[in-house]
């Protein structure tokens, strides 16, 4: 690989963090391409070379910004030995984690599905994509953990991975609108004491 592929794949990958973080900030339709570019200190044709329009750069956000980091956070529940444990520990990462930054942006993942997802198709996929992958993913580590009798046998993994996700995302979109962290940290709780529950005796 050339240094001058490098460069440009370094200057893609900074593109994609600055533009990420706007859209953080004040959503996609009110992100702007000029700030970006100022932010960076790049051209305006750095910024089309990669990406050749707004939404095409709001898309890759989603496909290889957000959703990798996204996956990388929850597939080590998929690999522990312990995956409920696993599970539970994430969540409560999730928690300790809540900050007045967080509880006044609320999740990136979340805001794109409730600003774009009636307006653009493309994010309403992406989104969803995102989502079920998630779902996916727990679902698979309770299986696991359900067949190593870590976890009681009548709990329905699919169930619980669906009430996780929308617990965690409605906590945070409650918390963003009352700019209240307790709203958030009440649900996970509740969450996390019935995930506790699941757990069988030694």
């Known amino acids: 690989m050339t240094e001058r592929v490098v460069q440009a794949e370094h200057t ?23 700030s970006i570019l100022k932010r960076l200190g790049i051209s305006k044709g750095a910024l089309y070379h990669h990406f050749p329009s707004k939404q095409a750069l709001g898309y890759a956000v989603l496909d290889e910004f957000l959703a990798t980091r996204h996956a990388q956070h929850w597939d080590e529940a998929l690999r522990s030995d312990a995956p ?18 967080r509880m006044r942006h609320g999740c990136p993942i979340n805001n794109l599905a409730q600003e774009m997802s009636p307006l653009d ?56 609108n009352s700019l209240d962290e307790t709203v958030f940290r009440q649900a996970l709780a509740g969450l996390l004491a019935y995930l506790r529950s699941l757990k069988r005796a030694d």
């Open 84 to 101: 409920l444990d696993a599970v539970i520990a994430q969540l409560e990462s999730n928690c300790a984690q809540m900050c007045q930054e």
């Open 121 to 176: 198709e493309g994010f309403r996929e992406r989104v969803a994509a995102i989502y079920r992958r998630w779902q996916q993913t727990l679902e698979r580590a309770l299986e696991r953990a359900r067949e190593f009798g870590q976890m009681r046998p009548q709990a329905d993994p699919a169930v619980i991975a669906a009430m996780i996700v929308a617990t965690t995302q409605g906590a945070v979109g409650m918390a963003k």
């Open 12 to 34: 893609r990958e900074r593109i994609l963090e600055s533009a990420a973080d706007e859209m953080y900030r004040v959503g996609y339709q009110a992100a702007s391409t000029a």
